[in-house]
């Protein structure tokens, strides 16, 4: 028989089962953007170039299938298939960190909610439908998984290298929730030889990526003028007319061009969108300030402000993306994921600080329930959130103050 917290965790499950399928009602744009097709058109049939496994894979299914896959519908299929396995990992996370916070199921519900608001709409907009970073969230999920139940951690290896050979992006977007939790679970381990475990598969699970990406940024481009006019022919057949493909992706990933003078437009609107969003999104900001305020200075001890110090700093790995590269919606997302999904996190390993914490607010939130409930409402102005441009909100205003 079921007990009552997991009847209610079941309930909560299934509600956001339902406010996944009411997302694909509101949200889902049917539609892949030309770079999500381009990229299946890399493969390493001349080399190991960035981004290629994808369409390695591709093209090996479609060697033995007896139809034609090198095709829009193809691509199609395999995005909405992807985006459901992504679900389906949110799903499985949930119900891994609701098994962890028996103690603390308001305080895990809260944020399981907000998490869900941003998380679930962001792969069903024509700017991410299909986007390799749906891949990379299903890995990184994955990972964190398998962290928390501390299970089959060794998968962690093949899985960040697949996931940098998915997208070199990895190693700057999604590498630090999994190098994060190792390292909480090295400083917290007492046995020497979990300490032992938690070093090797640290450092393995950062260079192993790291190395990829490496060889990818420098090296691999050598094979660039042998595949160019085969990459864009088979690209265009991809694409939904069968004429047009990213010229600006093939350019860089490819031929190892740089492309910065082909992006001022998307530069232009970074400068624009994100002083309009941090002053839109500065009642989260200013509670997140203050939340991890209170967080740091409930750690005294030399092991607490360790994991404090991680935490806080990881998503600096952003910084080389934010300023050289422009898909500000994805960067803000991230930023955002991390946050809440580490917060879980945290008090599933039952971190004894952030669980005084998340309890002293919770206590302030349901001592304001209108203003807690306007504030969640007050999130979903910022969803889905895009690549290029950070969210409709943003976009809507910029627009009419810059004619953009």
Same mark, same amino acid.
């Given at each position: 028989m079921l007990d009552t917290k997991q009847k209610n965790d079941i309930k909560f499950m299934i509600g956001i089962v339902l406010f996944m399928i009411l997302s694909v009602v509101v949200y889902f744009e049917k539609r892949l953007d030309i770079m999500n097709t381009t990229v299946y058109a890399f493969s390493y049939r001349h080399g190991l170039v960035a981004r290629g496994v994808l369409g390695t894979f591709l093209e090996i299914w479609d060697k033995y299938s007896p139809v034609d896959l090198m095709s829009y519908h193809t691509i199609y299929q395999i995005s909405e298939a992807a985006t459901l396995v992504y679900f389906v990992m949110l799903l499985w996370m949930t119900g891994t960190i609701l098994k962890h916070c028996r103690d603390h199921e308001i305080e895990a519900k809260i944020l399981l909610g907000c998490l869900m608001i941003f998380a679930v709409p962001m792969f069903l907009t024509s700017d991410n439908f299909g986007r390799l970073? +749906? /891949?990379? *969230? %299903?890995? *990184? &999920?994955?990972?964190m998984i398998l962290i928390l139940e501390e299970k089959f951690e060794v998968l962690i290896l093949p899985s960040v290298a697949l996931a940098a050979l998915i997208h070199e992006g990895f190693v700057? *977007?999604?590498?630090?929730?999994?190098? +994060?939790?190792?390292?909480?679970? &090295?400083?917290?381990?007492?046995?020497?030889? $979990?300490?032992?475990?938690?070093?090797?598969?640290? =450092?393995?699970?950062?260079? %192993? !990526?790291? %190395? @990829?990406?490496? /060889? @990818? $940024?420098?090296?691999? #481009?050598?094979?660039?003028?042998?595949?160019?006019? $085969?990459?864009i022919a088979l690209a265009k057949k991809l694409s939904v007319d069968g004429k047009t493909y990213h010229k600006q992706v093939v350019m860089h990933e490819i031929m190892g061009m740089d492309i910065a003078g082909m992006e001022k437009k998307h #530069?232009?609107?970074?400068? $624009?969108?994100? !002083?309009?969003?941090?002053? &839109?999104?500065? !009642?989260? %900001?200013? &509670?997140?300030?203050k939340f991890f305020y209170s967080y740091v200075k409930k750690c005294h001890t030399k092991v607490d402000k360790w994991l404090a110090m991680s935490f806080l700093i990881a998503p600096l790995t952003l910084l080389p993306e934010i300023i050289l590269k422009v898909d500000y919606g994805r960067y803000m997302f991230a930023i955002c994921f991390y946050y809440i999904v580490m917060t879980l996190c945290y008090i599933s390993m039952q971190e004894k600080n952030m669980l005084e914490t998340v309890n002293q607010w919770k206590n302030i939130l349901l001592q304001h329930k209108?203003?807690? =409930?306007?504030? =969640?409402? /007050?999130?979903? *102005?910022?969803? !889905?959130?895009?690549?290029?441009?950070i969210c409709d909100l943003v976009t809507g205003i910029v627009s009419r103050l810059f004619g953009n």
């Open positions: 970073d +749906v /891949y990379l *969230m %299903i890995i *990184m &999920l994955f990972c700057f *977007m999604n590498l630090n929730i999994i190098l +994060v939790l190792l390292f909480y679970k &090295l400083l917290t381990k007492q046995e020497k030889k $979990e300490k032992v475990k938690y070093i090797a598969l640290l =450092v393995l699970t950062f260079t %192993i !990526p790291s %190395i @990829f990406f490496l /060889y @990818f $940024e420098f090296f691999s #481009h050598r094979f660039g003028t042998d595949v160019y006019q $085969e990459t #530069h232009r609107w970074n400068r $624009e969108d994100t !002083p309009i969003f941090l002053v &839109l999104f500065s !009642p989260y %900001i200013i &509670l997140a300030v209108i203003w807690s =409930v306007a504030g =969640v409402c /007050y999130l979903f *102005m910022f969803v !889905p959130f895009r690549g290029y441009r």
